[in-house]
């Protein structure tokens, strides 16, 4: 059992940027997807980006809102995932959650996650 715990939410202006990272109870080795997806109220979950690892190669994902100004990467001392978001849109306001699989995965699919985190608030104000 893994657990997630992302941290880094807040409330920020169009334009600012915020750093959110999503620490994990034990370490993954191997083969494995984190993914962060978002959900706004009234809207489905979303996929934002997603890092495959297999041994020593990554592939890196991103939905199409988000290409180019937020990036996923890991923090090895950490131990965790984070989302570097920059030029922050009102539009980017949502809970943001982690999701973690022991294996690779279609990123955009959430119910092939087999954790998730509580979730972390972004609030992007015009």
């Known amino acids: 059992q893994v657990q997630l715990v992302e941290s880094g939410g807040g409330l920020v202006q169009a334009g600012d940027s915020l750093r959110l990272s999503c620490a994990a109870s034990?370490?993954?080795?191997?083969?494995?997807?984190r993914g962060w997806f978002r959900q706004a109220p009234g809207n489905e979950r979303e996929f934002v980006a997603a890092r495959i690892v297999r041994g020593s190669a990554e592939e890196l994902y991103y939905a199409d809102a988000v290409k180019g100004r937020f990036t996923i990467s890991r923090n090895n001392a950490k131990n965790t995932v984070d989302l570097q978001m920059n030029k922050l849109k009102p539009e980017d306001t949502a809970v943001y959650y982690c999701?973690?699989?022991?294996?690779?995965?279609?990123?955009?699919?959430?119910?092939?996650?087999?954790?998730w985190g509580q979730g972390t608030q972004v609030t992007v104000s015009s």
């Open positions: 999701a973690a699989a022991q294996r690779r995965v279609a990123v955009q699919t959430t119910t092939n996650y087999d954790y």
């Open positions: 034990a370490r993954t080795y191997g083969t494995y997807t």
